[in-house]
């Protein structure tokens, strides 16, 4: 069922809800709940395409088949979680393996999704060959650089037409915490593997080489911690982000977006819609478009979540859904915003139940908005909300976004 823009709480306007036309008075009382309506229709009324990463292996997994359902109703876009990462389509030289990223692309295509493509360059999940080979000297860095523009352009072209957005270049640039409160692009010893054994310019080169095997996918720049700007001095990630893309667009690289990724946690400050909002407008001001690629939010697991405690559960919930929702409002009110995408969908699965993040493996969890019986959570009813019940003066279509040339 498609409801158009027109129905705002509170406002004067009918809304048409499939062939009927509802008076305003009777609207609030009759209108369905946008709890009962996919996010994916919820998104189409503001052009905004909702999409979650997907693990392949769960698709066909018997014992959990509402990950499948859920995958392929909700969403209109979908990111491949780990299968067109380098380790997985390269796991020894020279030899492709795309059996699971085309399984992942046949799976959108079945189901009428967008796909993120994720991701080209990164310093994380490449092939054993690849850094084995650079450590012992047999990879010179000459061979490098060939590898790389190989890399980019066979896998590009392997799904040439199919891939709506890719996630070019991932996590290039480093945290405060990290150097010393001035950010720079990484060039330690273990997240800086480009910068040091190709050279800085493997950003410029790697746009390049993805935009001459695929003219039409927009190509994006993705990374954590710039959901929102802070002092625009020399500690702040998301100003160093602006201004290196500033400088590429200067340079005629082919850059058409950034990706904010939307990692948060509810132990941390994070930001409220307002801040995000004008961080992506303000990307969005470089002439490129923006999304939200990674969204999820995780929980501080103290002894209270972790044996359900029902306060404990309650507040870290509540945190939650006002964190999604920031996110969502923030890429709502900004029409450059393309997509928001989430980072798996239910806490059975979510990549942080495994992953150290400083509190020990699964230590902040509890961070997808299904619950692990894939029941809805109050941040499911949130985003769903923030979609249903917005739209003009604040919240317009999306302005597309064409590949830069
Ligand atoms: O493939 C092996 C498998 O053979 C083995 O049996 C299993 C046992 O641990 O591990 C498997 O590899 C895991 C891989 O996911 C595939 O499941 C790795 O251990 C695990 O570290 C890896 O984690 C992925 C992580 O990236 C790696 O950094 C997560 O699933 C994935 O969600 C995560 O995604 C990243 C984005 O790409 C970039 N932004 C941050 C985001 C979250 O970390």
Not at 137 to 151: E, N, P, S
């Amino acid at each position: 069922m498609k409801l158009r823009r027109s129905i705002v709480i509170g406002a004067v306007a009918a809304a048409t809800v499939g062939a009927l036309t509802i008076a305003p008075a009777v609207a609030s009382l009759t209108a369905p709940s946008p709890a009962d309506q996919t996010l994916r229709d919820l998104g189409r009324r503001h052009g905004l395409a909702i999409g979650t990463a997907i693990n392949v292996d769960l698709l066909n997994d018997t014992t959990q088949p509402q990950y499948k359902q859920i995958a392929s109703t909700q969403f209109s876009t979908v990111s491949p979680e780990n299968v067109m990462k380098w380790e997985s389509v390269e796991p020894t030289q020279g030899t492709y393996d795309w059996s699971k990223a085309d399984a992942f692309v046949k799976f959108a295509q079945q189901n009428h999704q967008l796909i993120r493509g994720h991701v080209l360059v990164w310093h994380n999940q490449l092939p054993k060959w690849l850094t084995d080979g650079v450590t012992a000297g047999t990879i010179t860095k000459t061979q490098v650089r060939a590898l790389l523009k190989k890399h980019i352009t066979d896998e590009v072209a392997h799904f040439k037409g199919k891939i709506w957005q890719w996630d070019v270049v991932n996590e290039a640039v480093s945290d405060p915490w990290e150097t010393n409160n001035v950010i720079k692009l990484r060039d330690d010893a273990s997240k800086g593997f480009w910068y040091n054994n190709y050279g800085p310019d493997y950003i410029s080169d790697a746009f390049k080489f993805a935009r001459a095997a695929d003219p039409h996918a927009l190509l994006f720049y993705n990374d954590y911690n710039i959901d929102a700007f802070g002092s625009q001095g020399a500690d702040d990630k998301a100003q160093f982000v602006y201004n290196m893309v500033k400088d590429l667009k200067s340079k005629g690289v082919p850059i058409d977006g950034i990706g904010s990724q939307g990692h948060l946690s509810t132990r941390y400050g994070n930001f409220d819609s307002i801040q995000i909002a004008n961080a992506q407008n303000k990307f969005a001001s470089l002439g490129v478009a923006t999304a939200i690629t990674e969204a999820d939010v995780r929980s501080l697991m103290t002894d209270a979540l972790k044996a359900g405690d029902s306060n404990a559960v309650n507040e870290a919930f509540q945190a939650q859904a006002e964190n999604y929702s920031n996110l969502m409002q923030g890429c709502l009110a900004a029409p450059h915003c393309l997509s928001f995408t989430v980072w798996g969908f239910d806490d059975k699965n979510n990549w942080t139940t495994t992953t150290d993040l400083g509190s020990g493996p699964g230590g902040e969890a509890l961070a997808a908005i299904y619950d692990a019986n894939y029941q809805p959570k109050r941040a499911l009813n949130a985003l769903k909300a923030d979609l249903a019940y917005t739209g003009e003066p604040y919240v317009r279509d999306r302005i597309p976004q064409h590949p830069s040339r």
